[in-house]
């Protein structure tokens, strides 16, 4: 089941979570351009891209036999659109957190139609589905469909910089300039009205509060193509093991960011969501299978995981610590529909990191977070049911995303946006109405202790660290109200109350940008 997965990683840089993607071997051709409509992009594998090194974007669109991750953006028609990279602050993947992320946004000939899409997915869908049925009859297929946020974590490119779609395709093709990934704990802040409508619709509740816990260990240690996963229930009881073949196959869909009511507000984006539709080939183990023993190394299975009963926290075998690739725990409910097959699964994720004393300590917790699973797979699950599945729910999610809403108080001044916080000049918010955000149902913990810090705090600092005039720091940019020093100070105030009670990487850095910024201006009105 995977959680965030990356494009183009080097062997030496693999994310511990689960699915991080290998292409497989890619052939290659290069037919001449005639207002091709492919507008999937697609990459190579490491080993291709040293084929491929010397790829010309003027050859023609590049078009991929085999591939594990292709993306489609919505609304295109043609391969000479043009995208734009824009700033993203919103929940992403742990190992990101000090990054500066961006998402790739289609900014040119747009329609409202995305059937050129959508058409390009069928195709590239049944030749997968062809592809892989010889091998069906040996392993099982899983399909799911994810829904959360993709964006770009590496770009040798300037930020302002607007890029062809098909360049982009190439560039992510040699995986040099741009590394994306794609995070699926992404929540939203109504579960109640998503779940109202699902209701109406006919999906029933399942199953309520399920708790799952997914270890993975390597069988042969740091050897990345032999990695068991057991599943365990609330209690520790291992009800299934599974080995995966290879590496699962996405189709991910990049919706159109400027629908976002959350764009005039802050730079996540929180209420739209992408969506993957994922297919994974594996095989289910027997408990007592030798590569599941040899995996175990002598420790009984259901005593892989336990609760220290002093401390009640959650422990791995320590003979298993180093062996320990991933470690999730989901708490979900899910609904089901009985035409469609399909399950929707709601819940909580949280992910962990092992201590020196095997204690599994939480690093991430995100809520509300979905997935879908198809659940009949002996028969070719159909690309437009999956594709119409997915474009379904991921607009129900974005109208199921509240705004922070605020009211002005009678002799309040108007008000200056501030970073994903809003600060009044003069007096400030009367909080009247309490709303969350997505980026408020994200907590991630410090390595070094058990401090929190939530996703704002994470914006907080990276605005400030990005900003390139230092004045701006503190200014009023909206130019609504002169800057006086009350004003300027009791801003100050304000952010320094937040940065120096948080924990957030990063946040000392902040504080002596915004000192600097504070001292200048000081100095700044002295002189005037």
């Known amino acids: 089941m995977s959680l965030h997965d990356d494009d183009n990683l080097d062997a030496d840089d693999v994310l511990p979570f689960a699915d991080y993607e290998i292409a497989a071997e890619v052939h290659v051709d290069r037919p001449t351009f005639h207002n091709s409509k492919h507008s999937n992009i697609t990459r190579l594998s490491k080993k291709s891209k040293k084929k491929q090194s010397n790829v010309d974007s003027n050859n023609g669109p590049v078009k991929l036999h085999y591939t594990s991750s292709s993306v489609y953006f919505e609304n295109t028609q043609e391969e000479n659109n043009f995208i734009k990279f824009i700033p993203y602050t919103g929940p992403s993947n742990t190992l990101h957190l000090g990054k500066s992320l961006y998402l790739p946004q289609l900014i040119s000939n747009t329609v409202d139609d995305s059937t050129a899409s959508f058409q390009r997915f069928i195709q590239d869908y049944d030749r997968v589905i062809e592809s892989l049925t010889s091998s069906l009859e040996n392993v099982s297929l899983s399909v799911y469909l994810r829904f959360g946020i993709s964006y770009i974590t590496k770009m040798d490119t300037t930020r302002d910089q607007s890029m062809s779609l098909r360049d982009f395709s190439i560039l992510r093709i040699q995986g040099k300039k741009f590394k994306t990934s794609f995070y699926t704990c992404k929540g939203v802040t109504s579960p109640k009205r998503l779940l109202t409508t699902i209701i109406k619709l006919d999906y029933h509740q399942i199953s309520s509060n399920t708790y799952s816990y997914e270890v993975q260990l390597y069988g042969v240690k740091n050897n990345i193509h032999t990695i068991i996963h057991f599943q365990y229930d609330q209690q520790f009881y291992c009800h299934s093991v599974f080995f995966r073949q290879d590496y699962p196959i996405n189709f991910d869909f990049i919706r159109n960011k400027t629908s976002s009511i959350f764009c005039s507000i802050d730079d996540s984006y929180s209420d739209i969501f992408d969506f993957r539709i994922q297919l994974a080939r594996g095989t289910k183990l027997s408990k007592t299978d030798p590569i599941v023993l040899n995996a175990l190394r002598g420790v009984p299975i259901d005593r892989v995981l336990y609760i220290d009963t002093k401390t009640q926290l959650l422990h791995v075998s320590s003979k298993l610590n180093k062996f320990v690739k991933y470690l999730k725990s989901t708490r979900s409910s899910s609904y089901k529909n009985f035409d469609d097959q399909f399950v929707i699964h709601i819940g909580t994720y949280e992910e962990f990191q092992l201590n020196s004393q095997g204690e599994c300590e939480p690093l991430m917790k995100a809520s509300n977070t979905m997935t879908i699973e198809l659940l009949d797979v002996k028969t070719k699950p159909s690309g437009k049911k999956l594709y119409d599945t997915g474009m379904w729910f991921s607009t129900l999610c974005q109208t199921c995303v509240d705004l922070p809403t605020t009211t002005i108080g009678q002799h309040s001044s108007k008000s200056c946006k501030w970073f994903s916080s809003t600060f009044g000049w003069g007096k400030k918010y009367n909080q009247s109405i309490t709303q969350m955000n997505v980026s408020q149902l994200t907590t991630y913990k410090t390595h070094q202790s058990n401090a929190t810090y939530t996703n704002e705090e994470l914006v907080l600092v990276k605005k400030i660290l990005s900003e ?59 002189q005037s």
């Open 468 to 526: 390139e005039n230092l004045r701006n720091v503190l200014l009023n940019r909206n130019k609504e109200k002169s800057n006086d020093k009350n004003d300027i100070e009791q801003t100050f105030e304000d952010i320094m109350k937040i940065l120096k009670a948080s924990v957030a990487p990063s946040a000392d850095e902040a504080i002596k940008k915004v000192e600097r910024a504070y001292r200048l201006i000081c100095k700044e009105l002295v």
